[in-house]
T-cell receptor, first 115, second 113 residues
Framework: AQSVAQPEDQVNVAEGNPLTVKCTYSVSGNPYLFWYVQYPNRGLQFLLKYITGDNLVKGSYGFEAEFNKSQTSFHLKKPSALVSDSALYFCAVRDIGGSQGNLIFGKGTKLSVKP | DTEVTQTPKHLVMGMTNKKSLKCEQHMGHRAMYWYKQKAKKPPELMFVYSYEKLSINESVPSRFSPECPNSSLLNLHLHALQPEDSALYLC????????????FGSGTRLTVV
């Protein structure tokens, strides 16, 4: 069965510093991987995805993620954090166990960026 | 139009009420989803519609009843809910069943009293 793990409940970063939010996955076959961000009382906003191709994926708002097949990881990164990046971040993998494209989410990581 | 629109944004209902949540998209997507999200938890899949047919029901209690009247609309009918059903209900759509190109709505914040 497919699964996603986000080992950190919370990540604290000072504004201007680089940030990393970790994600590891377990799938049978090739993964479709996604990152979403959620602000309080809002829906999920798509940041980026990996399907095939370059291991370094660039997404919205200056975020990027690196797909590492040997480490089964898909960590989210940003070179310089902003206070406005503070939110809840979810890593997700597409469930390829069946024929439907529903997403399986990690538990989420709360990112807090302090001025 | 690149959005998924959910109405209402907030809903308070009693345990004996009947209400409905509505989701609409005009992107031509053929797969639509209902997710339930409790505070500070990941979304949990409830139902999947693919080409207007219910394809996944994740053992959701019968007090939740989905309906897909056409390719643009997805409803969730609620009846005799419990306080523990209070949550953010998210609708999403994708072009097809591959799961690529998901778009989420902003959700309906449901409180059952």
């Amino acid at each position: 069965a497919q699964s996603v793990a986000q080992p950190e409940d919370q990540v604290n970063v000072a504004e201007g510093n680089p940030l990393t939010v970790k994600c590891t996955y377990s799938v049978s076959g090739n993964p479709y991987l996604f990152w979403y961000v959620q602000y309080p009382n809002r829906g999920l906003q798509f940041l980026l995805k990996y399907i095939t191709g370059d291991n370094l994926v660039k997404g919205s708002y200056g975020f990027e993620a690196e797909f590492n097949k040997s480490q089964t990881s898909f960590h989210l990164k940003k070179p310089s954090a902003l206070v406005s990046d503070s939110a809840l971040y979810f890593c997700a993998v597409r469930d390829i166990g069946g024929s439907q494209g529903n997403l399986i989410f990690g538990k989420g990581t709360k990112l807090s960026v302090k001025p | 139009d690149t959005e998924v629109t959910q109405t209402p944004k907030h809903l308070v209902m009693g345990m004996t009420n009947k209400k409905s949540l509505k989701c609409e998209q005009h992107m031509g997507h053929r797969a639509m989803y209902w997710y339930k999200q409790k505070a500070k938890k990941p979304p949990e899949l409830m139902f999947v519609y693919s080409y207007e047919k219910l394809s996944i029901n994740e053992s959701v209690p019968s007090r939740f009843s989905p309906e897909c009247p056409n390719s643009s609309l997805l409803n969730l009918h609620l009846h005799a809910l419990q306080p523990e059903d209070s949550a953010l209900y998210l609708c999403a759509s994708s072009p097809d069943s591959t799961g690529v190109g998901y778009t989420f709505g902003s959700g309906t914040r449901l409180t059952v009293v």
